[in-house]
């Protein structure tokens, strides 16, 4: 696309969002897939992502956080548990909505800006506290992983550590996982991960223990 017909599309559609739900539903995969889509469509001039947290973009100060949005220019700035930049409960969250909400507006021709965090918390803390804030940015939901999909993610963690498992146990731990599911909190992938680790480290602390026997059992 040339130069001044992607300056034209840029400008005319919202490229910023608001990433909303559980940790571990792939938001931050999404959005590095997205950064290389938006260059590749020419709607960027480059697929940089720059990730950041809120809490330490909070610390660090206003300065420092301009450094960060000028090394994602031409890509996408993405901001997690941005809900913790609560301009309204913490007066060091302020000057940083400010800079969000200045180049939400005037570099979105050059930057797109992700934010991300559960929605309840991303409605309360941050976009209660400016209307125009929330309308320059489109929210997009990412829900909790079904039973299949928690099942998928386990048996390709289970391949990926060359490791195997018995069924029943596998059926067990994901029909656990299922139960934990949409509630706030629950952290998807992660929480595979994190029972895949200590079934390991439950298998590898027997005392009948066989590196060359690499199972997971009940």
């Known amino acids: 696309m040339p130069p001044d017909l992607r300056k034209k599309n840029a400008g005319s559609i919202t490229l910023n969002y608001a990433f909303v739900g559980n940790p571990g539903t ?8 997205l950064a290389r889509v938006l260059k590749d469509s020419g709607l960027r001039a480059s697929s940089t992502l720059v990730e950041c947290a809120a809490q330490k973009v909070k ?3 206003p300065d420092e956080f301009r ?19 609560d301009p309204r409960g913490d007066f060091k ?3 940083i909505v400010a800079e969000v909400l200045n180049h939400s507006e005037n570099s ?4 797109s ?39 998928a993610i386990w048996d390709e963690m289970i391949r990926a ?50 590196p060359d026997n690499m199972h997971l059992a009940p």
């Open 26 to 33: 792939g938001k931050t995969t999404v959005a590095r897939l």
């Open 59 to 61: 610390d660090d100060g």
């Open 67 to 85: 450094k960060t949005i000028k090394a994602a220019m031409d890509g996408v700035l993405f901001i997690d548990e941005a809900y913790e930049l």
């Open 93 to 95: 969250g302020k000057p």
């Open 108 to 111: 979105r021709e050059r930057l």
């Open 113 to 151: 800006i992700i934010l991300a965090g559960y929605q309840e918390d991303m409605q309360s803390k941050l976009f209660s506290y400016n209307d125009g804030l929330r309308s320059r940015f489109t929210e997009v939901q990412f829900d909790d992983y079904s039973e299949p999909e928690l099942r």
């Open 161 to 210: 550590k060359e490791w195997t498992a018995d069924e029943d146990a596998s059926v067990v731990v994901v029909r656990r996982l299922a139960r934990a599911a949409n509630r706030r909190g629950f952290a998807n992938a992660r929480a595979v991960r994190k029972c895949l680790e200590d079934a390991i480290s439950s298998a590898m602390s027997r005392d009948d223990w066989n």
